[in-house]
Structure formats: C-alpha cells, structure tokens
C-alpha cells in the first residue's frame, strides 16, 4: 500500500500566533510532525501543505518536502481538513504520482509516534476499513449513557435516546472519543465519497495521558509539562 502523509501547516492562526512553529520542547510543532512522519516505515512520501513561504523553508529544514503551495482560499480559519488533503492528493496526481491511502499528521498533535502511524496504516490495510482513526476512552461519568441533553421544553433525555440510564458502571459499553494525532483514509474515500471517514471507521486507542491537541496556550504548556518529563 502507497500512503502520502500530509503534514497541513497554514501560516494563520488566532489561539497561538504563527501556532505551527510554536516551539516545543525547543523545537517548533512542525518538527514533531516531521520526527514522527520520519520514523514510520510505512509511508511512502511525506509532504507539507502550506500556503506560507517561512513554514515551507522550516519544513524542509525537517527534511519535508514542500512540492507545492496552498491556495490562500485553502487556508482560512474555517477551511475544513477535507479540502486541504484532497488538493494536495490532485496536485500529486497531476504530477503523475498516486496513492491508495492519505495519513494527516497535523502539527497540533505532536506526541504521536512512528510506531503508532504505522499500526494506523496496518490496521486499515489489513482490515479493509475506510479509514484509521486515533481515539482516547472516554471516562465512564461521559459515557452516552450516562449523557443527558436537555432544554427548558421537553427536559432532560438521554443522549442514546433511551428510556433510562444503565445502572451500573460495569456495564457500560467502551465509548471513544476522536484524538486527532492520526487519520489514514483511502484515497477513493478522500476523493470519491468526500470523505475522511467514510461509512466504516476504525479506531486506535491511544493514551489519554499522553495525547494533546495545542489550540491555545495551556495546551502548549501542557505538552511542555509531558515532553519535559519523557
């Protein structure tokens, strides 16, 4: 199997200004990206898309290639991810070069491993999903079945649409919520279906304790606090 890893790394950001070489454990997020994506052994080339010329010269710093430029219309704060992957996958494409699958490795993310991209690309390979995604546990008290929405009108109901709660924590089904350090899709579902998901998804279970999204200062203080400590 073929896999493009895509690194996206616009140069605009609101939460932490220029946020993508924010700098993290000394180094800027876009590096952990990189390390990450240089460890796996399962990608068969590694991109960066971006639409700033300074993050474009950092990447390749990092040994990431930076074959194109990101349309400025791709690159607001609401462009979804969808759009991103598919223009670097039809850029690529045009250039004669295709792929059976696209891993996003997003900068924001930057404790993955190598180990883990490759055992996301091995698990769609081998089990004929649509696409790989990491995901936390969520904790038994956020669990769907014990998860109300209301609204002054009809009141509380649960948010499995149950009559009532299950009684006991020990019989809670696992639920998950999506990390975001990985998502490998097949390039026909990116492409055919407009999709990062499509209709069978799968998930790889990573460590709440060791999983971080950096969308504002905090966040970035946190990941300082684990990088610190190994």
Known sequence: MRVLGVIPARGGSKGIPR?????LGGRPLLAHAAEAAAQSKRLTRVILSTD????AAVGRSFNVE????????????DTPMLPVLQHAVRTLEQQGDRYDAVCLLQPTSPLRTGEAVDDCIRMLEESGADAVVTVCEVPHHYNPHWVYFGDPESGLRLSTGEAEPIGRRQALPPAYHREGSIYVTRRDVLI??????GSRLLGYVVDQQQSVNIDAPADLARAEMIVSHG
């Open 19 to 23: 946020k993508n070489l924010a700098l």
């Open 52 to 55: 700033d010329a300074e993050i």
């Open 66 to 77: 930076a074959p194109f430029m990101r349309p400025a219309e791709l690159a607001k704060d």
């Open 192 to 197: 055919e279906q407009n999709s990062i998901y």
